[in-house]
Structures are given as structure tokens and as C-alpha cells.
């Protein structure tokens, strides 16, 4: 009895000690692409004109400049064009989905999903810098296909699996009863789904969408293939404000692009550094967000 | 059902409408279909000339640009076997620990919502955390390094997977277990694991095919472009299927373009087979399921 006493204790710190790792691995993320940064980011970084100039030349001799806007611009313009394709239609195929088709049809249709979900960022990428780039000079007659448009369409396709599994689970979770009541009434499925579903689930319909939104930003090596890579404000003052086919350049893209060639602890590797930290920071405020936002609905 | 009260004129337009709908809502369903067959024909069809036995089973000749790619599909196998071997048991054991030990505190809380992050946060930024640690451990670019950060970054699928397998064994079982004397570990060793194995076993699927497809982790730490030999030991770089097709596809005009697409089909398939036997085995284990 003494003997199995001591083994279980082993057992179970073991298994409190694996359950502390994702914290230890979040934590240890943070503070260590901080500590890599934070001298930079502490006495040399101009926060004002990192966050308003486009000047992107880290690699000047004489006065190197350290303005991320483009690549924040950047970020924005790929998150708006493939939010603007992937939330409409991820919400119509969620809704499909969940109170439309038939079971059969419900499975095949997520196990597509599924596997759409399960392309790899870099084939993607390879697809932005093959099929899309050459569709979209035909379509458009530009000499160069790659630019926020591609990659928006190329994200996407990546977000949609994200946004539709976590707003049919959303829509599932409204109760029946809801449906037959408004249906006792007269209420035809368009009109359930518009008047009652829509409604009852926003808050994990805004969920979904957040989470899709997370995986724009820290999209990495698809948009660093199909986006162009010139660093260049793809917003102006002008109609119609973004312009999807100027090639930009993102955050996430430029770290993969630059970081290769900057010298261990150079000015240039702990800016990139705290390109990565600016990164962490939003996707875990969005994390967080999608996160209370699930958990109000349950606590509900 | 809304024959009963007679075709009026509204009774006819909410059926239109809805009938409406209901296909705008199919048609982008099925819109989601178009992109995952095309992309696969297109890519097949593109790399149809390189695809043959010589182009997986030859290592590379000549900078790439001749022989096959043996070297980069044994190259991922390393490092998604080393990942797995350091995530599987670790990210098991935690999502044992969040279902099966935690108690519903604001500890737990903490630490679900260090999975939920764990799981956003983005793929350069563990590349990052990647250039960061290899100071711990060789101080250069090296398969161990490439895989360690891989581990970290897939690990939060194979803790979800682990969960919910966890979640599905009743709570009658446990408790069922517990009232003839036996400990948690008990319990958890002959009731919980063995009735949760398939779902666990669908998770580590899963996550071998996140791994292998991943690219911006291994990028600077310990993927290589070219190598003549195998590597010798987990402390030498190698090559890896993902990092290639991105450095193949980024060099302009060297690698002829049919190899680069072969690279894609070979990357594609392997993760789509990964992922598809995942799904047919959670299929399989569902329909056995005896409650």
C-alpha cells in the first residue's frame, strides 16, 4: 500500500506539472521575445515613429529608420479584403450547414472543411504565387499578381474553417426550443435563422469572427509568398480607400523576410523582435476577447 | 406545412424567400468544395511530369534541381518524430491534468487560457521564441532546436484532441470505478485512457499532420536549403519538405518549375493522408462506440 502511495503521488505531480506547461510555454514566449527585444525596445525604439512613419529601412548605413506603419497598414489591408470575403461566407456555409442540409450532406460538407483546414500555410502560399497570381493578372491585366488581394483571397480560404466550425458550434448551441416557438408561429427557416439564430448566437458568431481574424494577423508564410513583400501604404485619402491590388508587406512577413540576415543582437534583429512582441500582444488580445466572450455565452 | 392555411400571396413569398436562401447558403457551402478540388487537380496536374517513384525514393542532386527529395520527406519525418515525442506525452498528461484533476478555480481558468493562447499565438512569433531558446540548447540552428519549437506550437492540438476524448468517457464510469475502492490513478489508468485511446490516438494524428506542414517554425532553426547527406545526429540541420517547397518557390527561375509543384503534391498528400486517416479512424471509433 506504502509503495503504490508514492508511485500515484509521483503520478499525479507529474501530470500537475505537464498541466502548468502551456502556461510555462506562454509565459516563457513572452518574456523570452522580450528579453531578446527589450533594450531596444526600452532606450532606442522611437514609438512615435514606429507607429507613424512608413520608413521601413532598418538596414540604412547612415540612419537607419524604424517606422512600422506600412507593415501595419499592411497587415490591416490582407485582414480586410480576406475578412470581407471569409465572414460572409463562412457565416451563409455555417448556416448551411447547422440548419439547412441533410446529415449525410452535414458530414461530407466538414470533413471538406476539415481538410481545407488542413493545407498547409507554405501550399498555400505556393498557390498565391501560382494560381492566384496568374488569375488575378488575367482578371485585372496587371503585370504583377501579387498584392493584398491575393493574399487576402489566399487567407481567406485559410480563415473560413475557423470562422465556420466555431459559428456552427454557436448556432448549435441556441435551444431548440427557440426554433419550434418561432416556427409555431409561422416563421419560415430563413426567418428562424435571421429573426431568432442570428440574435440568440451573436455573441459566438462575434467569437468565430475574432478567432478568424487572430489567424489573419499571424498568418505568416502564405502572405509573406502572396502579398508582394513592397513595402508600400496601401491606404489613401483617395476613393476607394484600400487598394487591394498594391503589393504590401505585413508584420508577420517581414520578420520571416529580414530576420535570416540581421546579426545576433543587432539594432535590426530587436526590432524585429519587437515586431514579434507587437504580434503576440494583439493576437493575445484577440485570443483573449474571442475567449470571455465563449465563456460569457456558457456561463449564460 | 404552410399548405394548411391556404396559398396566400405573404405565405408565397416567405417560402420564396426562404427557398432563396437556402440555396444562396448551399451554393457558398459548395463554394467551399471548388477551392480544395482545384487547388489539389491544379498542383497534381502541374507536377504530373516529376511524379514518379525516382522523385520520393532519390536523394537530390545538383542543388536540388535533379534527382529527388528523399532527403527533405526523411528530413520531416525527424523532426515531426522528435516534436511528437516531446509534445504527445506532455500535451496527453496536461489535458489529463485540466480534465481529470483541476478543479474549476481561477487557476484553471489560467491555465485553459494559456491553451486558447498557446494555440493563437502566431507561427513566426514561436520562430522567434525558436531563435530566442537555442541558446539553451546547442547554441546553433539544429534538428532538436526545429523540432522543440514545432513541439511547442502543435502541442495545443493534441491538448484539445486529448480533452474532449476525455470529456466523452461518462462520468458513471469514474464514479462507477471509485465506489469498488479504486484510486484516481486507478481509475484513470483501466477506465479513462483505454476508453479514450481512439480519440487520443486521432489527436496525435492530427498533430503530426500540423507538423509536417509547418514552416515558419523551422525556418531559423534548423532547416537547411541543401545538404548532400542525411543528417547524423539531432544536433546537425537538415532539410525539410515545407522549408524546401518555400525556398524552391521563392528563388526565381533555379529549380525547374514541375519540381517545385512536385514538392507541393508530395508536402499536400502527406498531410492530407495524415488528416484523412484521422478523420476516418474518429469515424470508425464513433460508429463502435458502445454508448
Known amino acids: 500500500m506504502a509503495r503504490r502511495g508514492w508511485f ?11 498541466g502548468l506547461s502551456a502556461i510555462l510555454f506562454v509565459f516563457g514566449i513572452f518574456f523570452l521575445v522580450l528579453g531578446e527585444g527589450h533594450d531596444f525596445l526600452l532606450h532606442r525604439l522611437d514609438f512615435v515613429e514606429f507607429f507613424t512613419s512608413i520608413e521601413w529601412r532598418p538596414t540604412d548605413t547612415v540612419k537607419p529608420t524604424y517606422g512600422a506603419l506600412a507593415l501595419i497598414s499592411g497587415t490591416a489591408a490582407v485582414g480586410i479584403v480576406a475578412m470581407g470575403i471569409a465572414v460572409p461566407f463562412s457565416l451563409g456555409c455555417a448556416v448551411f450547414v447547422s440548419e439547412f442540409c441533410a446529415p449525410r450532406t452535414r458530414e461530407v460538407l466538414k470533413v471538406i472543411i476539415e481538410l481545407l483546414a488542413a493545407i498547409p500555410s507554405v501550399v498555400w502560399g505556393f498557390i498565391g504565387l501560382t494560381l492566384t497570381n496568374s488569375l488575378i493578372i488575367k482578371l485585372t491585366g496587371e503585370p504583377v499578381g501579387l498584392c493584398a488581394l491575393n493574399a487576402g483571397v489566399i487567407l481567406a480560404l485559410m ?47 462575434l467569437a468565430a469572427v475574432l478567432l478568424g481574424v487572430g489567424r489573419v494577423v499571424g498568418e505568416t508564410m502564405a502572405v509573406l509568398m502572396a502579398s508582394g513583400h513592397s513595402i508600400r501604404m496601401p491606404f489613401d485619402g483617395q476613393f476607394p480607400y484600400v487598394h487591394p491590388l498594391s503589393p504590401v508587406r505585413t508584420l508577420t512577413a517581414t520578420i520571416a523576410a529580414e530576420l535570416g540576415e540581421t546579426p545576433v543582437g543587432s539594432d ?8 514579434g512582441l507587437l504580434l503576440f500582444v494583439i493576437t493575445f488580445a484577440i485570443n483573449l476577447a474571442a475567449d ?8 449564460e | 406545412m404552410m399548405a394548411m392555411f391556404g396559398e396566400t400571396p405573404l405565405a408565397r413569398k416567405k417560402l420564396a424567400t426562404q427557398r432563396r436562401m437556402k440555396y444562396l ?22 507536377a504530373w511530369p516529376v511524379l514518379d517513384w525516382e522523385f520520393i525514393s532519390q536523394m537530390p542532386r545538383k542543388n536540388l534541381k535533379e534527382g529527388g ?21 506532455i500535451g496527453i498528461l496536461a489535458a489529463v491534468y485540466l480534465n481529470e484533476y483541476a478543479r474549476d478555480n481561477w487557476f484553471t481558468r489560467i491555465v485553459n487560457l494559456g491553451v486558447v493562447n498557446l494555440a493563437g499565438v502566431p507561427s513566426i512569433v514561436h520562430a522567434l521564441f525558436g531563435v530566442g531558446a537555442i541558446v539553451f540548447i546547442t547554441g546553433e540552428p539544429c534538428i532538436l532546436a526545429a523540432s522543440l519549437t514545432l513541439g511547442i506550437m502543435t502541442m495545443p492540438v493534441i491538448i484539445a484532441a486529448t480533452k474532449q476524448a476525455l470529456a466523452a468517457v461518462p462520468m458513471a464510469f469514474r464514479e462507477a470505478c ?28 492530427l498533430e503530426v499532420s500540423r507538423a509536417a506542414g509547418e514552416t515558419a517554425p523551422i525556418l531559423f532553426t534548423g532547416a537547411v536549403f541543401y545538404r548532400k547527406q ?62
Not at chain 1, 448549435?172 to 430563413?190: I, N
Not at chain 1, 470571455?292 to 456561463?299: F, Q, Y
Not at chain 2, 447558403?25 to 502541374?46: D, E, K, N, T
Open chain 2, 25 to 46: 447558403f448551399g451554393a457558398m457551402a459548395a463554394s467551399m468544395v471548388i477551392p480544395l478540388l482545384l487547388i489539389v487537380g491544379y498542383l497534381v496536374v502541374q
Open chain 1, 8 to 18: 500515484e503521488g509521483a503520478v499525479e505531480l507529474l501530470i500537475r506539472l505537464c
Open chain 2, 69 to 89: 527529395i528523399l532527403s527533405a520527406i526523411l528530413g520531416t519525418f525527424y523532426m515531426v518524430g522528435i516534436s511528437l515525442a516531446f509534445s504527445a506525452p
Open chain 1, 159 to 205: 480563415s473560413v474553417p475557423i470562422i465556420v466550425s466555431i459559428a456552427e458550434d454557436a448556432l448549435k448551441a441556441v435551444p431548440d426550443g427557440y426554433r419550434e416557438a418561432a416556427e409555431a408561429l409561422g416563421a419560415t427557416k430563413w426567418q428562424v435563422v435571421y429573426k431568432v439564430l442570428f440574435p440568440a448566437a451573436r455573441h459566438g458568431l
Open chain 2, 178 to 205: 471509485w465506489n469498488v475502492g479504486a484510486s484516481r490513478w486507478q481509475t484513470l489508468r483501466t477506465i479513462v485512457l483505454p476508453n479514450s485511446l481512439s480519440g487520443i490516438l486521432t489527436g496525435v494524428i
Open chain 1, 292 to 299: 470571455l466572450i465563449v465563456k460569457g455565452i456558457r456561463a
Open chain 2, 230 to 291: 542525411l543528417p547524423h545526429s539531432i544536433f546537425d540541420q537538415s532539410m525539410a519538405l515545407s522549408y524546401q517547397l518555400f525556398s524552391v518557390a521563392t528563388q526565381a527561375g533555379q529549380i525547374p518549375e514541375e519540381r517545385q509543384f512536385g514538392t507541393a503534391v508530395v508536402l499536400l498528400a502527406l498531410v492530407l493522408f495524415m488528416n484523412g486517416a484521422s478523420i476516418s479512424l474518429r469515424v470508425y471509433f464513433r460508429a463502435r462506440k458502445k454508448w
Open chain 1, 268 to 275: 535590426h534583429y530587436q526590432a524585429l523582435f519587437v515586431i
